[in-house]
């Protein structure tokens, strides 16, 4: 059957692509850039790409007529005060396109939303349930807690604090209750549900096997990871510090750990077990989950993360097509480092940068930036890579978002994505001219304001040791030093 995936590009969307297809389903998806579907998938040309941005409607209007089923797997957690709207606007435009189609189903993964005073963002998915049910076609929700998986805000989070915290001081929160599921189940509900009609008109919680509190969760995984581990809980912290607490200590940024610590006041729970006699699984253990986890990222095969979704503001409009960095009104320094071995060598390295490999040179200097990025409400550099060996368009990097990772003209082009009086490019580049090669090393500035010129100049002084060290590092480092 022909299934139509809204937010292919997400966290869910892109592991749900391969299980359908190895059901045999024709699969199209609706993405806001083909490119970086292209760049992040080896599956891209056995689907059917469509472009459009659900918040303009006349640009989903190529929705295929003959289409069986849709996923709408599309979520925000911003915390800018108008993300209730978007995600309203989002929805009412995706049913408006399905309506005009032979749509007989349409699934939603959902929050589980059982208690009363539930958070925004908890309000806004309930909300943006009541919008898909104005869609001619079945509605099938499922309502999940916590998902655990490589590459999960939950299990990054969760492993951010046990991995860092010997002694944890923390809010009372982490005795609320939920119920963890694996994402190898979730993508196993997506799909049984699908065409499924005991499902129609139906909403349905799914968890796992284990209810237990946040705090079981972090111990469950230090017992794993074979950490000692002691958390002293103190009721006075309010969810604003709970929420810098967990922004500070983890890699997730203040609008979603905002997000998070409203959300955990609420018990997630499976109030009833419904979709036993529609879907037969048996779904593995929190602890089971985080073992698959490991196993993943010990492998380098995470297949997404919630790292990859794209900041607002300049990122969101068509980051690629910022893949030509702008040349008027720009601050840059440049450095050529010449080298004579392999450029594959070299190559390799580059696409290495950050995360556990880190920045070759003087990485104490990125780690103080990062906490300084931090204090006044940025991204930080805990983020790392989803993947140690591989890198694409729309990854991150620290505190950098991947514009471009080409290998076939040995290119990386990095944005910053840190809080700056400005915006902010780096650039690296093999070059073979002259029976010489060299690499390219260019950081690229555009300032706003004299703050934004003056800015670069006091950080001038560091560029000349940093890049210049940096470069020769990168022609110099292999393997195992």
């Known amino acids: 059957m022909k299934v139509l995936l809204a937010g292919a590009n997400g966290y869910i969307g892109t592991r749900l692509i ?45 929705i295929p007529l003959d289409i069986d089923a849709a996923y709408y797997l599309v979520h925000s957690m911003a ?110 509900y997506l799909e049984g549900v699908l065409m499924n009609e005991s499902s129609f008109h139906k909403t349905f919680d799914i968890g796992g096997p284990d209810v237990i509190t946040f705090k079981e969760m972090m111990l469950t995984y230090a017992k794993v990871r074979k950490l000692d581990r002691y958390i002293i809980t103190l009721p006075f912290l309010s969810p604003k510090i709970s929420s810098y607490w967990l922004y500070f200590v983890t890699s997730t940024s203040y609008s979603l750990a905002q997000s998070l610590v409203n959300s955990m006041k609420n018990e997630t729970i499976m109030k009833n077990h419904d979709i036993d006699s529609v879907v037969r699984r048996h779904c593995i253990t929190y602890k089971e989950a985080l073992e698959l986890a490991f196993n993943k990222i010990e492998q380098n095969s995470i297949v997404s993360s919630w790292k990859d979704a794209l900041n607002n503001g300049y990122l969101t409009s068509g980051f690629m097509d910022q893949i030509k960095v702008p040349q008027n009104g720009t601050l840059e320094y440049k450095v050529k480092q010449p080298f004579k071995r392999a450029s594959a060598e070299v190559l ?26 931090k204090l006044f409400g940025g991204v930080g550099s805990r983020r790392g890579r989803t993947s140690n060996i591989s890198v694409s368009p729309g990854d991150v990097i620290d505190f950098w978002r991947v514009l471009l990772a080409d290998k076939t003209n040995n290119r990386l082009l990095l944005y910053a994505e840190m809080k700056l009086p400005g915006e902010a490019w780096l650039e690296f580049k093999i070059i073979e001219r002259h029976n010489q090669t060299f690499l390219s ?28 060290g940096m470069a020769k590092r990168i022609t110099d480092f292999k393997e195992g030093e």
């Open 18 to 62: 391969p299980v359908l297809l190895e059901k045999g389903h024709t699969v199209v998806c609706l993405v806001r850039d083909k490119r970086r579907f292209h760049e992040q998938n080896d599956y891209s040309e056995r689907v059917t790409l469509l472009t459009g941005d659900l918040l303009k409607e006349e640009s989903i209007e190529t």
């Open 441 to 468: 090393q260019v950081a690229t500035f555009r300032p706003r304001g004299l703050w934004g010129r003056l800015y670069w100049y006091m950080m001038w002084p560091f560029h000349l040791f940093i890049f210049k």
């Open 348 to 373: 390799m390295n580059i696409m290495a940068i950050g995360g556990n490999r880190g920045w070759y040179y003087w990485d104490w200097i990125w780690s103080i930036r990062g906490f300084l990025d």
């Open 79 to 188: 915390q800018a005060d108008d993300f209730a709207m978007l995600e309203d606007l989002s929805a009412h435009n995706f049913v408006a396109a399905l309506n005009k189609t032979k749509c007989r189903q349409l699934i939603y993964l959902s929050g589980i939303t059982n208690a009363d005073n539930l958070s925004n963002h908890l309000l806004s998915r309930r909300h943006v349930e009541d919008v898909l049910r104005e869609s001619t076609a079945a509605l099938t929700v499922l309502r999940a807690a916590i998902i655990i998986g490589s590459g999960s805000s939950s299990f990054e989070i969760i492993r951010d604090l046990t991995e860092k915290l010997p002694i944890m001081t923390v809010p009372r929160w982490v005795n609320t209750k939920c119920q963890p599921i694996a994402i190898r189940d979730v993508l196993g």
